[in-house]
């Protein structure tokens, strides 16, 4: 493997930073070249941005140049999907840049950061051990995190690399909604209620106040992520009050292929079962349960529509179940937060099923919520609010930017030490 030296990071040379954004259905990627002292207020469009279904083991790369490359991933294998996708960044293909030591730092979502990383830090091998004891509460994506940190590691050993937490936005939970109900003792042990996609939650509340022109600390919002991984946020005044994941992102709404919510008694039922051990029943409610479980179709709400749209009558149930519990969840939110000035939609669902919001606000019409049925039904390819002029809540549809999150991060943290 070629070793490559790292560009220095100075205040007014361009900085390269590459960004990995591992969910639990896909890798998201950028590489953004800001310039000049201070951040723009505006996203820039990214040198290069790429996309990993895992789901269907395919790379899709886009370059600012306008190349574009769809690739099938011939293994399973992580590590080597994510090679892939990083080698295009400097082969033939696109040569964004000519090597990769261009890139001065590198920037990661890490989904858990428990109770000791309230903010975005280097890497070093604490905060590696950290997040790899982390790994037994959020399964699904901590390793995935910290493989994307290690395929850095074996191309550029000595770059800066910077992970920022899901869990950081929601350290302003007040102890009433992360403290649970059991014994007081697990408080103790760190079993409390931490949430997640806190990197997305934070970018769309602030988005929200920019569209709306209003000052975000007059706002109370309700953001609803609805990606593969599902969850809502009360943010009033900024900041997190209320969160439907927990101690893991199982907890809460249903989502692609876990669970959510399920009654705590089911487990211990399951588990006196001959069959049933630890393990299969995290497998079941982490890959086998949510849309995936009950359709027996699949977890991503594209193909859930078609099934629909063919007479499935377990696809249907799958959806139902899904507004039903979306429209609890919002309605416990709502009463969190004691008022509702806009409903943010955001992430894979959110984002572009026009059925998910249009079933989740038909429930809040006693509000005065009035959503603009032709406009949702639009290809929204630009945040937009798709409520009526004269709806009492705003609803808006914004495009979540993880990635440029995370970037911001980095260079903050570059240029503060
Ligand atoms: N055009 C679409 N229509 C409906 N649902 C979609 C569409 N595109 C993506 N999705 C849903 O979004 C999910 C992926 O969301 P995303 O936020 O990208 O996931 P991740 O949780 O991996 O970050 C898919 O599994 C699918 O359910
Ligand atoms: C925390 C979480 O569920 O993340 P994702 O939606 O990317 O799976
Ligand atoms: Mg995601």
């Excluded at 939650?201 to 992520?225: E, F, P, S, V």
């Excluded at 995936?292 to 629909?308: C, T, Y």
């Excluded at 507004?323 to 955001?346: E, N, P, V």
Aim: aromatic fraction near 6%; proline fraction near 5%.
């Amino acid at each position: 493997m070629e070793r490559w030296a790292i560009a220095p990071v100075t205040i007014n040379t361009p900085m390269k930073i590459l960004v990995l954004n591992a969910g639990s259905s896909s890798q998201k990627s950028c590489l953004y070249e800001l310039i000049g002292a201070t951040l723009p207020e505006h996203p820039p469009k990214p040198l290069w941005e790429a996309q990993i279904d895992w789901t269907h083991q395919e790379l899709k790369v886009k370059t600012a140049q306008g190349n574009v490359i769809k690739e099938t991933l011939p293994s399973s294998s992580r590590a080597d999907g994510t090679a892939q996708m990083l080698a295009t960044l400097w082969n033939g293909k696109t040569q964004v840049i000519e090597n990769p030591g261009e890139i001065n730092i590198v920037g990661h979502r890490v989904v858990h950061g428990g109770e000791e990383y309230r903010q975005s830090t280097f890497v070093t091998k604490e905060v590696k051990d950290a997040i790899a004891h982390l790994s037994i509460f959020a399964p699904v994506h901590n390793p995935a995190n910290l493989e994307g940190i290690a395929a850095i590691e074996k191309i550029l050993p000595t770059v800066p690399q910077v992970v920022v937490f899901d869990t950081a936005f929601h350290a302003t939970l007040p102890p009433a909604a992360f403290v649970y109900p059991g014994p007081y003792e697990w408080l103790e042990m760190g079993i409390r209620r931490y949430g997640f996609h806190g990197i997305s939650h934070q970018y769309c509340a602030q988005r929200a106040a920019q569209i709306l022109g209003k000052d975000l600390n007059r706002l109370r919002i309700i953001t609803c992520h609805l990606g593969n991984g599902c969850s809502l946020a009360a943010v009033r005044e900024g900041r997190s009050i209320d969160t439907t994941m927990g101690f893991t992102p199982l907890e809460g709404l249903m989502m692609g292929s876990r669970s959510g919510s399920i009654d705590p008694g089911i487990l211990i039922h399951l588990l006196r079962q001959p069959d049933y051990t630890v393990d299969k029943l995290d497998d079941i409610l982490n890959r086998q349960s949510g849309l995936k479980g009950v359709s027996g179709v699949s977890n991503d709400m594209r193909q859930i529509g078609e099934a629909m749209a063919n007479g499935s009558d377990r696809a249907q149930l799958a959806f139902d179940i899904f507004i039903h519990r979306l429209r609890s969840s919002i309605g416990a939110m709502l009463a969190s937060l004691g008022g509702l000035d806009a409903l943010i939609f955001t992430a894979g669902i959110g984002e572009n099923a026009y059925e998910v919001r249009a079933g989740a606000c038909e429930a809040f019409g006693f509000l005065g919520l009035k959503l603009d049925l032709e406009q949702n039904q639009e290809k929204l390819s630009e945040d937009r609010d798709i409520a009526t002029p004269d709806s009492k809540v705003r609803v808006l549809v914004i495009h979540t930017q993880e990635d440029w999150a995370i970037a911001q991060e980095c260079w903050q943290l570059a240029h503060s030490s």
